[in-house]
């Protein structure tokens, strides 16, 4: 099966305007129907998975002939999900894998999540080969911490991973379950909990496995030991620094340790003694003394006297939405730090209240705006701005999805030096006209793009980008069109 990109990449100046209209918001839905129904499978393609869907036109995607139509709509991350929840029961199985495996993640972006009774139907009904590992980035906060707990053995099998999460109550009932598999893969986890189980099955070499137990499993004194005198691969000091499970003694030995990587890694422990916290603090290395200057033991005044540089050289995107909310008096304390790690920390929680958002929102530290902007729901227009002009880092275009992005007074970017920038003006309805005439000629790829969009387009260079090999699809898009010139070019549509 063809990819979009190879779909896109042979399509010709025909199929490239009416994937424009396709995507054109002044589109009405019975031309979105025709398209549908008789434009080429490249304009399908964008129809069902770059775009929000009407529901008539959605209504006609779920019963679409084509499967192929179909699985583009069950990836979609623009498709409202309880849309394609429609497509649970699809008669064609790949449609269901796409709809289980989800739109595509990028970066740390979770899709929106399915309807908790789609994702209950899927675990109940699908196959192995259909619940890829996308599923999960589908579920609800609320289905994962019920999963443990509910009345379906399967999803209850799928809860057991929530094992990290769960008391020893329920624990020990998923370990006394009725259901096989759900006992047995609670049983697995419980082995994960037994260092001489743990130490069994422990590969001797180098790999993925190797270094997962290193990392998190609780491990035997033999397997200490061993690491520390004869590794089985480089870099497994350092693995083994920042298990919970490490001896006492071992931690005071790892602290002194002449790698400073193990030692960056022993200076994020919680259970550091005085005086390995002292040693640290002035350790030679700068990522070893910031490591630990974000330790919980320290004082607000013992903290400032760490000699730390605190650098800005990191991504600050989105994060994901914790499964359980920390505490509001720790989040709150993290706030109010002089440290900026610490207060970009506190940045990234959804549920800031309104005098911390404005706290933070003034902070000195860009990645503590960046953070807030990136992250809480209520984040102003002035910080997404602020954030956007400032942050030149990866994750920074996702400023520009956050609903309160602002439009107005945009124009003023429009000779802006960075391309990203200039591309802002697009967003505003008042850019002048010449201006956007003018930015559809820039030297940027991306510029062009986004001014061929704008509705102040004048008439004719629109005419003129429709025919366009480069441009011709931003020109469909745009809503200067109207509908009666999106019913000319749909009308010249040859029938596929």
């Not at 979105?32 to 775009?51: E, F, N, Q």
């Not at 102040?456 to 025919?467: K, V």
Request: proline residues 11%.
């Amino acid at each position: 099966m063809p990819t979009p990109d190879e779909l896109w990449k042979s399509a010709d100046l025909t199929t490239r305007r009416l994937a424009g209209l396709a995507l054109n918001p002044a589109t009405p839905p019975d031309i979105l129907l025709r398209l549908l129904l008789d434009g080429p499978l490249a304009v399908r393609t964008v129809l069902c998975g770059d775009r929000a869907l009407p529901e008539v036109v959605a209504d006609a995607v779920i019963t679409h002939p084509d499967h192929l139509t179909r699985r583009f709509f069950a990836g979609s991350v623009h498709a409202d999900p309880a849309q394609r929840a429609r497509l649970v029961d699809d008669p064609d199985w790949t449609v269901r894998a796409w709809l289980a495996n989800g739109p595509l993640p990028t970066g740390p972006h979770r899709p929106r999540p399915l309807p908790d009774t789609t994702v209950v139907r899927m675990i109940s009904t699908y196959d192995n080969e259909q619940l890829g590992g996308g599923i999960y980035r589908q579920f609800s906060n609320e289905l994962r911490r019920a999963m443990p707990t509910h009345p379906d053995p399967k999803v209850r099998a799928w809860g057991v991973g929530m094992w990290t999460w769960l008391s020893a109550e329920r624990r020990a009932a998923l370990l006394a379950d009725p259901d096989d598999e759900v006992r047995g893969r609670a049983e697995r986890h419980r082995q994960d909990e037994d260092p001489a189980w743990v130490e069994s099955n422990l590969p001797d070499r180098p790999c993925h496995a190797r270094t997962y137990v290193l990392v998190n499993l609780p491990l035997t004194r033999s397997v200490v030991d061993s690491v520390l005198t004869a590794p089985a691969g480089p870099q497994e000091r350092s693995m083994i620094a920042g298990n919970a499970s490490l001896p006492s003694d071992v931690v005071v030995l790892l602290a002194s340790d002449p790698d400073p990587e193990v030692r960056e890694e022993i200076a994020r422990r919680d259970d550091l003694g005085p005086d390995e916290l002292r040693a640290l603090a002035v350790d030679p290395e700068p990522k070893v003394r910031l490591a630990v200057s974000v330790h919980p033991a320290w004082s607000e005044e013992e903290r400032a006297g760490i000699n730390y540089a605190v650098p800005l050289d990191r991504t600050f995107g989105p994060h994901f939405e914790r499964l359980y909310p920390r505490d509001p008096e720790a989040v709150r304390r993290d706030a109010l730090s002089g440290h900026p790690l610490l207060r970009r920390r506190a940045a990234t929680e959804r549920g800031l209240p309104p005098d911390l958002v404005a706290l933070l929102g003034a902070d000195d530290d860009l990645g503590v705006r960046v953070l807030l902007a990136q992250n809480h729901p209520d984040a102003p227009p002035d910080l997404l701005l602020r954030s956007f002009l400032e942050y030149t880092g990866l994750e920074r275009e996702h400023l520009l999805t956050r609903p309160a992005f602002p439009t107005d007074g945009l124009a003023e970017y429009a000779d802006h030096a960075d391309p990203a920038v200039r591309a802002l003006a697009a967003r505003d309805p008042e850019t002048p006209s010449e201006v956007v005439d003018r930015l559809t000629r820039d030297p940027d790829a991306g510029v062009r793009a986004a001014f061929a969009r704008h509705p102040r387009l004048p008439p004719a260079r629109l005419a003129e980008l429709l025919d366009d090999e480069e441009l011709v699809r931003d020109a469909a898009a745009n809503p200067a069109l109207g509908v009666d010139a999106v019913r000319r070019l749909v009308a010249a549509m040859p029938v596929s």
